[in-house]
């Protein structure tokens, strides 16, 4: 009769390192796949906030509006306001909207603040103040009554304004607006910070709807 003969201790030994080296080498594969899905996340959702962003910063200028004894728009180099209409044509209101740099214990971040919806001269004077108050860095910030959004991790932010061809500072137009000091045209620059899902510096141009049509 022949004697059975099993596994030997060497092999049975290489056979676990074998599996050992196999389960190693599926763990790494099965890691990597969850961390390139999870920058992929991270990008996504930083590219869904950055087109969102700047939807909403078109739309404010799109709707920027010149009235009386207003301004439709002030830029000091660090806070921006605008003077936009409302989106309901049957409820003629307009709102003072504000976007600057702000700082907390998460970091910088570009925000954005809104107004209530204003009707009246002194109504607007006295949203155009609050929103100046909302950008400093005090307890001032607890009397901007309005809505304020934090919108995107931000380094810092350069605007330019296109008048009689050309790009320039982004300087204010004198004590009043009207259409015809407005730029023609808004070029905003974003220094996006390192090692977030979205580095880097970030280029959008506005042109102003009416630029370029003929006077009446």
Do not use: C
């Not at 009043?176 to 045209?185: H, K, N, Q, V």
């Amino acid at each position: 009769m022949k004697r059975q003969r099993g596994f030997t201790l060497i092999e049975v030994m290489v056979a676990i390192a074998v599996m050992a080296l196999l389960a190693i080498m599926s763990w790494r594969g099965l890691d990597g796949m969850a961390r390139a899905q999870e920058r992929n996340k991270e990008r996504g959702e930083a590219v869904l906030a950055l087109q969102t962003t700047l939807a909403q910063w078109s739309a404010d200028l799109d709707a920027m509006v010149v009235l009386p004894t207003t301004r439709a728009l002030d830029w000091d180099g660090r806070l921006l306001r605008i003077t936009r209409r409302g989106s309901d044509d049957l409820r003629p209101v307009v709102y003072v909207v504000a976007w600057t740099l702000r700082s907390d214990a998460n970091g910088a971040h570009w925000s954005r603040w809104q107004s209530a919806p204003l009707t009246a001269r002194n109504e607007w004077q006295q949203a155009w103040n609050r929103a100046a108050s909302w950008a400093q860095d005090s307890a001032t910030r607890s009397n901007a009554q309005g809505a304020e959004v934090a919108l995107m991790p931000l380094e810092s932010w350069q605007l330019s304004y296109f008048r009689n061809n050309a790009w320039g500072p982004a300087v204010g137009a004198g004590a009043l607006d009207t259409s015809s000091t407005l730029p023609d045209g808004v070029r905003l620059v974003l220094t996006l910070p390192p090692g977030a899902a979205l580095a880097g510096l970030l280029t959008r141009d506005w042109v102003r709807p009416t630029a370029g049509a003929p006077k009446t």
